[in-house]
């Protein structure tokens, strides 16, 4: 190693370092709170309906089998991009509607809910309000 590279050189080029990717990360930090709200499509939020949806979906541990943007478990489809997939609302809600009470024999189903016509109304605006969030092109195929 050369015997210009001394422990100042070394202390130098830490610091100047850790500045560098500090600034870095606060210019990113800005950036990505600059450009959210424009994406997540917070508005929606406020339609009673959507806010519903979100609860089934909790109370009912959809999570639980489904991902949402790339959260939660494998085991089911992911759900990001549902209404885009299945064509709408009407076809999601369809879907949740036509699953069998018993399941598929010798697969793994989707259970059947019970929802209420209401309920369902709710899922699917919850479901279209997350497929109109701009994630950056995720889930990166149609198919989720």
């Not at 609302?89 to 069998?100: G, N, Q, W």
Request: net charge neutral; hydrophobic share 40%; aromatic share 12%.
């Amino acid at each position: 190693m050369s015997e210009a590279f001394t422990t100042s050189t070394a202390r130098n080029i830490f610091y100047g370092g850790t500045l560098f990717f500090l600034l870095v990360f606060l210019a990113l930090t800005y950036q990505t709170e600059q450009s959210i709200p424009a994406r997540d499509k917070r508005e929606m939020l406020a339609d009673a309906k959507v806010v519903a949806g979100k609860k089934i979906w909790e109370t009912n541990n959809c999570i639980g089998c489904h991902t949402l943007l790339g959260e939660g478990a494998y085991f089911a489809p992911e759900l990001g991009n549902v209404v885009k997939r299945l064509g709408s609302e009407e076809a999601v809600k369809a879907f949740i509607k036509s699953r069998p009470p018993e399941g598929v024999p010798g697969r793994r189903s989707m259970p059947q809910f019970n929802f209420t016509d209401q309920q369902l109304d709710e899922i699917a605006a919850f479901l279209k309000y997350v497929s109109e969030i701009n994630t950056a092109k995720w889930p990166p195929n149609i198919q989720g």
